[in-house]
Nanobody, 120 residues
Framework: QVQLVESGGGLVQAGGSLRLSCAAS?????MGWFRQAPGKEREFVAA????????YYTDSVKGRFTISRDNAKITVYLQMNSLKPEDSAVYYC????????????????WGRGTQVTVSS
């Protein structure tokens, strides 16, 4: 079992920045971020392959969001810049010990989520 704890959400004005953190209780192959807005499906945002540091992004956040990792702390970060109201959602951290992907089914472990609200 891998436990994930997110932090860093909050309320920010459009154009502002936030950094989300996700601390894992153990090593994983990959970690990712998903988000879910009210009435919508949970969608992929970004992922990182732990050993190589390879990153993946959904098109809508490319150039604005950056995923990174801290090996010593077993923590993944999501730096979010130039935030838009449409980025508002609950952001979930996800992890898997064997694969990386852009779908929910690619991840076996999930955090409880952290709310991000971007005001216009």
């Amino acid at each position: 079992q891998v436990q994930l704890v997110e932090s860093g959400g909050g309320l920010v004005q459009a154009g502002g920045s936030l950094r989300l953190s996700c601390a894992a209780s153990g090593r994983t192959y990959a970690m990712g971020w998903f988000r879910q807005a009210p009435g919508k499906e949970r969608e992929f945002v970004a992922a990182i392959r732990w050993s190589a540091g390879t990153t993946y992004y959904t098109d809508s956040v490319k150039g604005r969001f950056t995923i990174s990792r801290d090996n010593a702390k077993i923590t993944v970060y999501l730096q979010m810049n130039s935030l838009k109201p449409e980025d508002s959602a609950v952001y979930y951290c996800a992890a898997d010990r064997a694969r990386v992907g852009t779908t929910k089914s690619s991840y076996d472990y999930w955090g409880r989520g952290t709310q991000v609200t971007v005001s216009s």
